[in-house]
């Protein structure tokens, strides 16, 4: 059973930093894309950053200049470093590997598996 466990968030004051991170097993990391994805109250999930087998990055445009999306495929874990962070990153932050390879890693689509999520909470 793919399993993926996150750590990392809490609460910051804006301008802060924040590292998320996500240990996977059961799962072929290395050959899967993988992402962040972030629902605030009320919001749809809305997919952060996406990184492909080769580290090719994506981020959505709320976040670009600010997270770093990272993979270490030795110790199969996800990163996301999260600098400058604003009142609008608060909500709760989840880790998502693909369901299938290839795939898109851009779509929301292509992930089927997830964490159980990490709340972060930026105050002004």
């Known amino acids: 059973e793919v399993r993926l466990v996150e750590s990392g968030g809490g609460s910051v004051q804006a301008g802060g930093s924040l590292r998320l991170s996500c240990a996977v097993s059961e799962y072929q990391f290395s050959r899967h894309c993988m992402a962040w994805f972030r629902q605030a109250p009320g919001e749809e999930r809305e997919v952060v950053a996406s990184?492909?087998?080769?580290?090719?990055?994506t981020y959505a445009d709320s976040v670009k200049g600010r997270f770093t999306i990272s993979r270490d495929s030795a110790a199969n874990t996800l990163f996301l470093r999260m600098n400058s962070l604003k009142p609008e990153d608060t909500g709760v932050y989840y880790c998502?590997?693909?369901?299938?390879?290839?795939?898109?890693?851009?779509?929301?689509?292509?992930?089927?598996?997830w964490g159980q999520g990490t709340q972060v909470t930026v105050s002004s």
């Open positions: 990184i492909s087998d080769i580290s090719r990055t």
């Open positions: 998502a590997a693909a369901q299938w390879y290839p795939a898109m890693c851009e779509r929301a689509s292509a992930y089927g598996y």
